[in-house]
């Protein structure tokens, strides 16, 4: 493939998918044939971009793109790969100016510090220790879907499990995680833009009640601190260093967030998956053991997330042969990476029995997914149970009509309506 610039485009650009076309309903239902036409275009592919200074380049394929998570020339802050002249940032209201400042989009010792004080309480060791109220809660909301011939899997099981663990390490009341669901969807619910204040400006009142909210939840941990992790987060850690109100503010922010929304479609993806391969589904029933190994099957081919978070060239980078230039927008195809054959073998197949499985669903290097272990752990029990205890659980409307939320990052189910018949008795985990 011949090399890239800022002014002259590969000869093949126009017949690729745009960026609207792979944030599309049609991509979002089935990503794994626009993948592997992306793939056979190259490894870095260069796609009109309206939202980002007209264009994009795609990492495509397995190597190039665990290259990229690693590579310190591929910086998250945008500042540090362009000029102040050529920033260009959207508009923002000053009180959102600390969602600008999030570990998500901080490089080298800044996103060292902001990880470090968090970093313990998402450990693995930490997070056997939720495996008993995962299991409790698990079981009360299959119980609940034991009592109905049909429900939404979405709102009823998958979203309720991973959004109450993480609302309760984090000392979140009912009432407040559900509002603060409501303003995320809204916040991350939307298409790439032409035209990003607008876009700001139309969502602004649900923004502005999220960071009411998350603030009110600061000060109440600042007066009165209990044992949860926004207290611990309010409090200096033992070198006495700690976060400030806009470091604490975007911090609590990204922590809900990432805290359910992987989840979240793991299990309603994951479950889709398996119903639409009935063959992978009676191998996981008859051999419950077997959920290890699928959970990272599930991850790698009904990939939570579509492309990694957003990075930037801090230099000019040569890249599979594609000039990527300084401050350009690089998006890593993670579900496309997980679909290279020259990395897994039948590598568009379901196997649930899959050994050699290096997915990069949670990433790869310094900003490898903090939350891998808990979503790994829910995705275990929620998977596994739910098998176990409704095996003939059938979606109730045919694939096509299947709802997908839009955006260019995540891959989710609006909804996953499902027909329920029949239930083994209770869970006996941990029994």
């Known amino acids: 493939m011949t ?89 923002a209201p000053r009180s959102l100016r600390p969602l600008q400042r999030t570990m998500l989009d901080a490089d080298g010792a800044d996103h060292r510090r902001l990880r470090s004080l968090v970093q313990e309480t998402f450990a693995p060791r930490y997070m056997a220790r939720l495996e008993p109220r995962i299991v409790t809660l698990t079981s009360e909301l299959l119980d609940g879907l034991a009592g109905s011939t049909s429900a939404d899997l979405v709102a009823a099981f998958a979203l309720p499990l991973p959004l109450t663990v993480i609302a309760e390490v984090m000392g979140v009341s009912e009432r407040d995680r559900m509002r603060f669901r409501r303003y995320v969807t809204t916040l991350l619910g939307a298409r790439p833009s032409t035209r990003p204040t607008l876009r700001m400006l139309m969502r602004l009142p649900d923004v502005l009640a999220m960071m009411r909210l998350l603030r009110r939840l600061i000060a109440e941990r600042r007066l009165d601190p209990r044992d949860d992790l926004i207290s611990r987060l309010a409090a200096p850690d033992a070198s006495g260093d700690r976060l400030d109100d806009d470091e604490l503010l975007a911090m609590v922010f990204v922590l809900l967030i990432a805290g359910y929304e992987t989840t979240v479609n793991l299990i309603a993806t994951g479950t889709l998956l398996l119903l639409r391969n009935p063959d992978q589904l009676a191998r996981l029933r008859d051999d419950p053991g077997l959920i290890g190994p699928a959970v990272e099957e599930l991850l790698r081919l009904a990939c939570p997330v579509d492309h990694a978070s957003e990075r930037y060239a801090r230099e000019d980078v040569d890249l599979g042969g594609v000039t990527i230039p300084r401050g350009a927008l690089v998006l890593v195809g993670v579900a496309s990476a997980n679909a290279d054959g020259t990395q897994f073998a039948d590598a568009e197949r379901l196997d649930l029995g899959r050994t050699e499985n290096r997915h990069l669903s949670f990433g790869l290097g310094p900003h490898y997914c903090l939350g891998a272990p808990l979503a790994r752990l829910e995705g275990r029990i929620a998977i596994g149970e739910l098998v176990r205890r409704f095996p003939d659980v059938r979606l109730a409307v045919p694939p096509e009509r299947l709802r997908w939320r839009p955006g260019i990052l995540l891959r989710g189910l609006v909804s996953l309506p499902v027909q329920v018949a029949g239930r083994a008795p209770s869970p006996t985990i941990g029994a």
């Open 3 to 91: 090399a890239t610039t800022t002014t002259t485009p590969t000869p093949t650009t126009t017949a690729l998918p745009t960026a609207v076309e792979i944030d599309s309903a049609v991509f979002k239902a089935d990503p794994l044939p626009a993948c592997a036409r992306l793939r056979a275009q190259g490894p870095v592919v260069r796609i009109p971009a309206p939202f980002a200074d007209g264009h994009a380049y795609v990492v495509t394929r397995y190597a190039e793109a665990a290259l990229v998570l690693r590579d310190e020339r591929f910086v998250k802050n945008v500042r540090n790969a362009r000029d102040p002249g050529d920033l260009r940032l959207p508009w």
